[in-house]
């Protein structure tokens, strides 16, 4: 694959396939993911939802007809900083076979353009901190490790 083959463009429902195998190929996706056919029903609910909401961008990459990489990108208005906006990126994967190519980066500049386009004074993301080369990726496009972050799994 050559990076200037690469379109970004917004995922639609027949998509989810190529999406779901992707967030489940890895060590910690195939501990959450159910990459089954038909995919369950919450994969089809969930994307109805991420496409009818116009804060919430759901980006594939796709070279050819291969969807290559996918990532979330969520527009949020905080009264903080005067009430400006950031934007989220979450869900980041690409495909095994494009891993270590340079598509990563591409898909986090695309997220940063697509977020300076709204406007937006902050990109933020968080990773497991079981990704420690993921850590890395991240610190490398200039993202620092500001903030300690938890959750709650209801």
């Known amino acids: 694959m050559k990076m200037d083959t690469v379109i970004f463009r917004q995922a639609t429902q027949e998509d989810l396939d190529s999406i779901v195998l992707m967030l489940s190929d890895d060590t910690l996706g195939n501990t ?4 089954e056919h ?11 939802a991420i496409d009818s909401d ?3 961008e759901l980006i594939v990459a ?19 900083y005067q009430g400006g906006w950031r934007a989220t990126i979450e869900g ?11 598509l990563g980066s591409q898909m986090i500049r695309f997220a940063i353009e697509r977020a300076k386009e709204r406007g937006c004074h902050m990109v933020q993301l ?5 990704r420690a080369d993921a850590l890395r990726f991240y610190e490398r496009l200039g993202f ?3 903030h300690e972050g938890l959750k709650l799994h209801l």
């Not at 959450?32 to 990459?35: D, I, P, S, V």
């Not at 369950?40 to 109805?48: C, T």
């Not at 070279?63 to 903080?80: K, M």
């Not at 690409?94 to 340079?102: H, V």
């Open 32 to 35: 959450r993911e159910r990459y």
């Open 38 to 48: 038909p995919l369950p029903e919450s994969y089809i609910k969930a994307f109805r």
């Open 54 to 56: 116009p804060n919430i």
């Open 62 to 80: 796709c070279d050819a007809d291969a969807i290559v990489g996918v990532e979330q990108v969520t527009f949020t208005p905080h009264i903080t």
């Open 92 to 102: 980041v994967r690409t495909a095994l076979s494009e891993r270590g190519k340079g």
């Open 126 to 130: 968080t990773t497991d901190k079981k």
């Open 144 to 146: 620092q490790a500001s």
